[in-house]
């Protein structure tokens, strides 16, 4: 934690990394722990819901946090289902086998991911469009009101929550459901010191967390009944995603022999972790589980 306060708060990580090629949002896999083509790129869900035990697998831990997204959502084999934000495409594998989901589409807004995904030939996926999950239009008319769930693991925090939603509403049938996670302001933000607060926003910011994209619980639900929704559920996961990353990273050791390029991709995954350790010991923002269904 000590070296990120040598750090200018106001810009993004990105500005203290070499210039290299990649997407801001680009997440080297196999430094975490998933060497597959198709492969995770979330924070995890680090205990085991069937004997309550922590996880120590990151891909795992991965399917985990995807888990309870799919649960959220109330998956079926017959749902025809869109993934936002799927990253290089783990989770379209696993709403597959372990949903028996049929028909899928995807957005993503990584280049590299899109090619990676498409190269893999998914028999299940009729759709994956490089395109982003808080703009109108989608990209393909034929999305509108196709999907009787929406899913979307670790990825709405780096969007506004209305405009999310909005896509959302785009895509889904009529009682369509929906099921994310993103970031909320706890109820200890008001009385927290300026200090934290700003602290905690400026991390964020480096890590694609805008200020504006942060909401308190109760504007969350607010949004979602503005929106139109019904059966709304939270669920704050903070143990065991903020601090099971953490603990997760902490105990790796650091790759040896790693070239200028994937030692800015490890220094990257190490200051995710030190922020989400901040996150968990402070409790200002919660790593909120969403889930809710049209009228
Ligand atoms: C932490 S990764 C999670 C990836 C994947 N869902 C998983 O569970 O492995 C977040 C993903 O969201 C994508 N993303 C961020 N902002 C986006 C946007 N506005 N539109 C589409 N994708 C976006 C990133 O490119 C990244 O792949």
């Known amino acids: 934690m000590r070296n990120l306060f040598r750090l200018n708060l106001r810009q993004p990580l990105q500005k203290y990394l070499p210039q290299v090629s990649?997407?801001?949002?680009a997440i080297a896999s196999p430094l975490l722990g998933d060497p597959n083509v198709l492969a995770w790129s979330n924070l995890g869900?680090?205990?085991?819901?069937?004997?309550?035990?922590?996880?120590?697998?990151y891909q795992r831990a991965c399917a985990q946090l995807?888990?309870?997204?799919g649960l959220a959502a109330g998956l079926q084999t017959s749902d025809v289902v869109l993934d936002l934000g799927c990253?290089?495409?783990?989770?379209?594998?696993?709403?597959a086998k372990q949903f028996g989901i049929q028909h899928l589409s995807a957005l993503e807004i990584q280049p590299a991911c899109i090619a990676r995904i498409q190269a893999a030939h998914l028999p299940q996926l009729d759709g994956i469009y490089q395109a982003p999950f808080d703009q109108l239009p989608l990209?393909?008319?034929?999305?509108?009101?196709?999907?009787?769930a929406v899913v979307c693991v670790d990825a709405a925090y780096h969007a506004q929550l209305a405009d999310f939603l909005a896509v959302n509403m785009a895509a889904l049938k009529p009682q369509g459901r929906m099921a994310f996670t993103t970031l909320v302001k706890s109820s200890r933000?008001?009385?927290?010191?300026?200090?934290?607060?700003h602290l905690t926003l400026k991390l964020l910011n480096m890590a694609y967390v805008p200020a504006q994209n942060l909401q308190p619980q109760h504007e969350i639900i607010a949004t979602l009944q503005q929106a139109g929704c019904i059966d709304i559920q939270l669920q704050v996961l903070d143990q065991e995603v903020f601090s099971g990353f953490a603990k997760y990273i902490q105990q790796l050791e650091a790759p040896k022999h790693l070239a200028w390029a994937a030692k800015t991709d490890w220094l990257k995954i190490k200051l995710t972790a030190q922020l989400c350790?901040?996150?968990?010991q402070h409790g200002l923002i919660h790593?909120?589980?969403v889930s809710a269904r049209l009228a």
Do not use: C, E
């Open 139 to 148: 990209p393909d008319h034929r999305l509108n009101h196709a999907f009787d």
């Open 66 to 69: 995807a888990q309870q997204v």
């Open 87 to 95: 990253g290089q495409g783990a989770s379209l594998a696993y709403w």
């Open 277 to 280: 350790h901040f996150l968990a």
């Open 189 to 197: 933000w008001p009385q927290a010191g300026w200090l934290y607060q």
């Open 45 to 57: 869900f680090w205990r085991n819901t069937l004997d309550d035990q922590n996880i120590s697998d």
């Open 287 to 289: 790593y909120m589980l």
């Open 22 to 25: 990649k997407h801001r949002f």
